[in-house]
């Protein structure tokens, strides 16, 4: 099984600040089957980004992703307050599907 | 507009069964993979199922196989989840997903599931 483990679990920042937020996997996985998602409180998930670096359509665009193989980083370039959510990255390249722990995003 | 609407979710007791249902709208389902993601009260998500676009493949989590059944009726554009053998451990929000493009897009929003005495 392919382990994702995202970090940190927690973080608060401010308004206007620069987030990231990195996924390691177990063993490498295809940059094509890496997927972020957002899970704001008492919702759903919505997908943010998939194939590591593709943005979601109607995604902001301070919403990214990168990297290969075995780390994964989203990033938001400057934090709004709408952003408070938790953020999980997911593996669909081989079963079973696994999702990371998840990040909870605080606004300071 | 793609909409996905869970039902089913209810209160059983251990070792009972419940089945969730998925009624999809707004796309071609006989051209969609379904899948079942759960989430325990305060935790992380979890994959559970999914189902091939004629219901001919299958694949299970772990801590569903043997006990879930996933399933589908095209001719009713929807997914079900069979869940038998239930346990505490199961208690969680079930959501159901479109599975295409390499990612999980859109989810329904979601049916609770109690497993209690």
């Known amino acids: 099984d392919i382990q994702l483990t995202q970090s940190p679990p927690f973080l608060s920042a401010s308004v206007g600040d620069r987030v990231t937020i990195t996924c390691r996997a177990s063993?490498?996985?295809?940059?094509?089957?890496l997927a972020w998602y957002q899970q704001k409180p008492g919702k759903a998930p919505t997908v943010l980004i998939y194939?590591?670096?593709t943005l979601q359509s109607g995604v902001p665009s301070r919403f990214s992703g990168s990297g290969s193989g075995t780390e994964f980083t989203l990033t938001i370039s400057s934090l709004r307050p709408e952003d408070l959510a938790t953020y999980y990255c997911?593996?669909?390249?081989?079963?079973?599907?696994?999702f990371g722990g998840g990040t909870k995003v605080e606004i300071k | 507009e793609v909409q996905l609407v869970e039902s089913g979710g209810g209160l059983v007791q251990p070792g009972g069964s419940l089945r969730l249902s998925c009624a999809a709208s707004?796309?071609?389902?006989?051209?969609?993979?379904m899948t079942w993601v759960r989430q325990a009260p305060g935790k992380g998500l979890e994959w559970v199922s999914v189902?091939?676009?004629?219901?001919?493949?299958?694949y299970y989590a772990d801590s569903a196989r043997g006990r879930f059944t996933i399933s589908r009726d095209n001719s009713k554009n929807t997914v079900y989840l069979q869940m038998n053998s239930l346990r505490v451990e199961d208690t969680a929000v079930y959501y159901c997903?479109?599975?295409?493009?390499?990612?999980?897009?859109?989810w329904g929003q979601g049916t609770l599931v109690t497993v209690s005495s």
């Open positions: 707004g796309l071609i389902f006989s051209d969609c993979v």
């Open positions: 189902v091939s676009e004629r219901g001919d493949r299958t």
């Open positions: 194939r590591a670096s």
């Open positions: 063993q490498g996985i295809s940059s094509s089957y």
């Open positions: 997911q593996q669909v390249d081989s079963y079973p599907l696994t």
């Open positions: 997903a479109n599975w295409g493009n390499r990612k999980f897009d859109p």
